[in-house]
């Protein structure tokens, strides 16, 4: 039998189809949908079909809310999502409660009372992005957003925008509370590879609106939580802050495709937005962004972390320093090769 011929570009196409092993990470989105979440007693003020943009109130947030029985003349103003009025009184001391007090009504009991949810102040809540809302509710708001969105591991802290800088000109650094300056108050800073605790706390009473970083070691992430508890439990809290992670826990860097795209938006001062829910880091409407090619490869681990480029070979199982034993292929970017787990790498869509 005489030997087949090679075929041009064979090779290539069947490296093209392990890279569809590869582990696929969302880009950048121009239809994300957002969810402001609202509890018992907040007052919502847009309605579906609004336009928002970043400074437009959509709702008024009670704190330190409580429950208790009220009773009325009347069983109209018993129906619940009504607010609290002067015809109200509290059915356990049978008089009118305190005159700053407000409320909402729950639902109504059996012997023809009902419970309230009251407090005495409210807190103004803000889009912070610029869209349309989609629905309007007692539980919260979905928001279809202008611009486009990034998706992000995590984020810790409130709803913010403010205008992007860049902290650090190293995406593998690590951003140090002596490197804070009092002069990015009110702006969203891109951090490096690592931020801790101690340098979201400092940045927050300097006023800055959030931190946005490669990682974060768990144990910060839990006490950086903690601490806007306990700062959101305060009369005058501090105004909203953020820390939002792009890559994952731990040390990580923010080279390649990522780093690109922060950079390029800090370069012209965008105002973006962090958002909680879920995790995304909103650019403004117009605003035009480095573009990644569509099944390009990354190194997110291991050496040459942060590397963009493409498989040079056919995989095969290697044994690694560790002794275990992964699928890995030769992996080509930057003007050399080198063999890299099939696991450490992500794809691009």
Do not use: K, N, Y
């Amino acid at each position: 039998m005489s030997p087949r011929a090679a075929v041009p570009g064979r090779a290539e196409s069947a490296w093209e189809g392990v890279a569809r092993l590869v582990a696929v990470r969302p880009w950048l989105s121009s239809e994300a949908h957002a969810w402001i979440g609202l509890a018992p007693g907040d007052l919502t003020l847009v309605g579906a079909g609004d336009e928002l943009r970043p400074e437009t109130v959509v709702a008024e947030r009670l704190r330190d809310p409580r429950v208790t029985i009220v009773a009325a003349r009347d069983t109209e103003s018993l129906e619940p999502g009504r607010p609290l009025g002067d015809g109200h009184r509290s059915g356990r001391r049978g008089r009118a409660g305190h005159p700053d007090e407000t409320g909402t009504i729950l639902h109504r009991m059996p012997d023809g009372r009902a419970r309230a949810v009251t407090g005495h102040l409210r807190e103004s809540v803000l889009a912070h992005v610029a869209g349309r809302v989609v629905a309007a509710g007692p539980g919260g708001l979905e928001i279809a957003l202008d611009g486009q969105s990034l998706p992000l591991a995590a984020v810790a802290g409130e709803a913010v925008h403010g205008i992007l800088r860049l902290a650090t000109h190293d995406p593998g650094e690590e951003l140090r509370p002596a490197a804070l300056h009092v002069a990015d108050a009110g702006c969203i800073l891109v951090a490096g590879a690592r931020v801790d605790v101690e340098t979201l706390t400092r940045a927050r009473a300097m006023g800055l609106r959030g931190v946005v970083s490669g990682g974060i070691a768990g144990h910060d992430l839990r006490d950086f939580v903690a601490s806007e508890a306990r700062q959101r439990a305060v009369l005058h809290p501090l105004p909203g802050f953020a820390a939002a992670v792009v890559e994952g826990f731990g040390r990580r860097t923010l080279a390649g495709p990522p780093f690109e795209l922060l950079a390029a938006a800090a370069e012209v001062e965008a105002e973006v937005a962090i958002l909680p829910d879920p995790p995304l880091l909103v650019f403004p409407p117009g605003l035009a962004l480095p573009t990644v090619a569509a099944g390009s490869l990354r190194v997110a681990a291991g050496p040459g972390a942060g590397a963009t480029g493409r498989l040079s070979g056919a995989p095969a199982v290697v044994r690694c320093s560790e002794g275990t034993h992964l699928l890995a292929a030769p992996f080509a970017a930057e003007g050399r090769r080198w063999t890299v787990p099939l696991a450490d790498l992500e794809r691009f869509r």
